[in-house]
């Protein structure tokens, strides 16, 4: 385990000038996609930042070395107990999660067990450590196929994947165990997270729209999408996108609205959105354009089983609330994903697009 040293709370008493207390922020599975968004956004803000990730598909490489990253699992109690007491931990940023929604069909027991039961013991040993802070990533799955223009905190949650079970499963613990314990907590519900901060902090995985275009463009194959037949103005799905680097200042906005002076038990459940609808087909012309692509058009396949025709979030409560909106548009995660990924994949830069 590597010591933080002083370095941090020096920078938070700099940053807010007094004003708050020294804090520091365990984020679990802060090595990850949008985790290291999340650590790197909080740390460069002042937050003294202290990173969990078992590593599975965390890459120790996206954090700079300044931040200290513990190797292990919210799975491991006694790891948990030594790292909260450890580094005095005074909040708890959770984003670590099994996320496929397909694999959690196929693998329910692991995504229970990983997502709904490894809360379960971070929120004991939270507890147990008198940790009273607790900001929690939930996602726009436990809506399910929600059939509003826009979809507000108040709209009935119908989770249509176990994945979506675990987060909104995973809410109700949070909630509950803040009215029991006396947490004041924040659960932000994530739409569709693309683009990267900077070409290193790229998204790996290729389960997402905008990577999944990249890496059938890279080996010269058709970008494929599914279902040209809803009810939109393009036929296509349409969805709202958010860019990651506007998500991690959300965590921090939600961080420190719950250190706030004076701020006591209570809970908020927001949605972490622009507002903006972007459908399918327009994600894929800006792909086009950012890649300079002349290859064979998007194919369009059959529709995956339980895609609703338009989730776009009301991100009204977010701003009265935590006082954030989002700044970047689609067209700014697909250049920046872009970057990141041909960084990552020479081939995508070296190899010729394939001839129509």
């Not at 223009?149 to 987060?167: A, F, I, Q, R």
């Not at 519900?189 to 790229?202: K, S, T």
């Not at 194959?221 to 506007?246: E, K, L, N």
């Amino acid at each position: 385990m590597v010591d933080p040293g002083p370095w941090y709370q020096t920078a938070v008493r700099q940053s807010r000038g007094d004003r708050l207390p020294p804090m520091t922020w365990l984020i679990t599975g802060g090595a990850g996609y949008i985790g290291a968004h999340v650590a790197r956004s909080m740390a460069e803000a002042g937050e003294g930042v202290v990173v969990l990730d078992d590593l599975s598909t965390g890459i120790p490489e996206r954090l700079p070395p300044s931040l200290p990253l513990v190797s292990g699992s919210t799975l491991d109690r006694p790891l948990l107990d030594r790292v909260l007491s450890e580094h005095s931990v005074t909040g708890v940023v959770h984003l670590a999660a099994k996320k496929q929604v397909g694999e959690s069909v196929e693998q329910p027991l692991r995504y229970y067990r990983e997502n709904l039961y490894g809360l379960t013991v971070l929120l004991d040993a939270v507890v147990a450590a008198g940790v009273r802070r607790f900001v929690f990533s939930s996602s726009a799955a436990v809506y399910g196929m929600p059939d509003v223009d826009l979809v507000s905190e108040d709209t009935p949650c119908v989770p249509m994947s176990p994945y979506g079970e675990t987060k909104l499963a995973g809410e109700w613990l949070v909630r509950a165990a803040g009215r029991a314990h006396g947490l004041a907590t924040v659960c932000l519900r994530y739409f569709n997270v693309a683009g990267a901060a900077r070409p290193e902090l790229f998204d790996t995985g290729v389960s997402n729209i905008i990577p999944m275009f990249f890496d059938r463009i890279t080996r010269g194959v058709a970008p494929q999408i599914f279902g040209d037949d809803y009810p939109t103005p393009d036929g296509t799905c349409i969805r709202d996108y958010i860019h990651v680097a506007d998500l991690a200042t959300a965590h921090l906005a939600a961080a420190r609205h719950l250190a706030a002076p004076g701020r006591g038990p209570g809970d908020l459940t927001v949605n972490a959105g622009t507002g903006r609808g972007v459908s399918v087909r327009e994600v894929a012309d800006l792909v086009a354009e950012a890649t300079g692509r002349t290859g064979p058009p998007p194919e369009v396949v059959g529709r995956r089983a339980g895609d609703p025709a338009r989730v776009v979030a009301s991100a009204r409560l977010i701003g009265e609330e935590l006082g954030w909106t989002a700044r970047k548009d689609v067209r700014a995660m697909v250049e920046s994903a872009w970057e990141g990924w041909r960084t990552h994949h020479p081939e995508a830069t070296s190899t010729p697009p394939p001839a129509l």
